[in-house]
């Protein structure tokens, strides 16, 4: 069923996030992306059957030559079929869901947008899941390292810190279900399970000779996309990780909370975050912006222009502000850090930005796969839009590997200083 939902509706619908971006993630958190094209290849006759019913379903807005368009690809894509089955040197090795969502992909990669993209059902109903604020896990973040699945922390209070799963703790298997070869999505999703239902992983940690069974009992884990803390010289510090269905409540705690301490100033941290939700982004721009204030303008097909203005009654409007963006802060994020800037709001520290100015509308298809079609670029309160061209800081400071592996944060330092400092 497809879902045409506007922006209004920030639990459906509309959505502006960097899906290209590599993510280390934010591991039962995770939202990842499978991309490119694959390789239009269909076999048996229900596959082409359900590729049939496909390209020849109604449009709702067709254009000439639409139909025949349909006709002609699914004759060809019938004749490929043919030929794969009667030649092709290993018909065994063909599976018939796996060619048809290759066409998917293949069809979708015509289009040459690299944020209209096919996801399989996997991926999409963990994308899914993890966009509402909430799943059914054991809480840790995970990565994938040379083919093993690895905790890189477990959550505060959730069942993996109950049970003493520790950073760096490798995952074998899941329920006697060897990982190796898997995907770190299919990983995660045979992780994840109903609240109150256990798991038994398999653990192997340095220090301990053989591996060893940890059961952990599931429960309902809230994806932790506030980071808070109160840095020297009374500075508040509030990082969000991405722009969730629950992003802006979390924010507007996490401001109560620090507002509270009466901080000098405020450091609102969005490097690394790849976006979310347009909806949330203009109700994040309103915690900073006075009501009313402009904070996007969308450019539809049509030149239809929707502006998009700030509605709710911020309450950190007056504190001296500074943003941290790089090259992973996108789409939502520019949103946010664009109308900060461009409005006088606040100072932008680090470094330049990814460059993603266009929205995305989610469309659920039947075997719950999605389609994420690019429907319009957003424009920034200047009239600029940050698509292709990155929003760049007003004080640039860089953070190097080096950086990084020594625990520094010369951009964190640099914004303490300015809002001690004012300089």
């Known amino acids: 069923m497809n879902q045409n939902v506007r922006a209004s509706r920030p639990d459906r619908g509309v959505i502006l ?38 390209l020849n379903s109604p449009a709702s807005s067709a254009e000439e030559g639409s139909v025949s368009f349909r006709q002609e690809g699914t004759t060809l894509l019938w004749e490929i079929s043919d030929i794969l089955r009667d030649e092709f040197y290993a018909p065994e090795t063909l599976d018939d869901q796996q060619m048809m969502y290759g066409a998917a992909h293949g069809l979708v990669s015509s289009v040459d947008d690299p944020y209209t993209r096919f996801v399989e059902p996997l991926p999409a109903s963990i994308m899914e899941e993890d966009m509402q604020g909430s799943f059914d896990g054991i809480g840790a973040t995970v990565n994938m390292v040379d ?5 890189v922390r477990p959550l505060p209070g959730s069942p993996a810190e109950k049970v003493g799963l520790q950073p760096g703790d490798i995952i074998l298997e899941v329920d006697e279900q060897p990982l190796e070869g898997k995907t770190q999505l299919e990983a995660i999703a045979l992780i994840r399970g109903p609240s109150g239902t256990v798991v038994r992983l398999l653990v192997q940690r340095e220090g301990v000779a053989e ?26 510090y509030i990082r969000l990780t991405e722009f969730n269905a629950i992003a802006e ?15 000098v100033g405020l450091i609102f941290d ?7 939700y347009l909806q949330m982004a203009i109700d994040v721009s309103g915690e900073f912006l006075p009501g009313g204030t402009l904070v ?19 309450i950190a409007r007056d504190i001296p502000l500074v943003v941290l963006i790089n090259g992973g802060s996108a789409s939502a994020s520019e949103i946010v850090a664009g109308a900060i800037r461009d409005h006088e709001r606040g100072t932008l520290i680090g470094e330049p930005t990814l460059g993603k100015g266009s929205v995305q509308n989610v469309h659920k298809l039947q075997d719950g796969s999605n389609l994420r079609v690019t429907t319009a670029k957003f424009y920034l309160p200047d009239g600029e839009s940050p698509d292709g061209k990155p929003i760049q800081p007003d004080i640039e400071v860089a953070l190097t590997q080096e950086d990084f592996e020594a625990g520094r944060d010369p951009q964190l330092d640099r914004a303490v200083d300015y809002l001690v400092n004012g300089e």
């Open 211 to 236: 591996p060893f069974i940890v059961p952990v009992t599931r429960e309902r884990v809230e994806s932790p996309v506030i980071e808070t803390k109160m840095l020297e010289g009374n500075v508040a």
């Open 270 to 276: 969005l490097r690394s975050n790849p976006g979310g």
């Open 17 to 54: 996030r960097n899906l290209g971006l590599v993510v280390a993630v934010m591991g039962l958190l995770f939202v990842g992306f499978l991309g490119g094209a694959g390789t239009m290849w269909l076999a048996q006759p229900e596959v082409r059957q359900s590729l049939g019913n496909l």
């Open 249 to 263: 409540k979390r924010l507007r705690t996490a401001l109560e909370e620090m507002l509270s301490q009466e901080p």
């Open 147 to 151: 083919g093993r699945l690895v905790i």
């Open 296 to 314: 996007t303008t969308e450019k539809r097909r049509g030149d239809v222009e929707v502006e998009y203005r700030v509605s709710n009654q911020g």
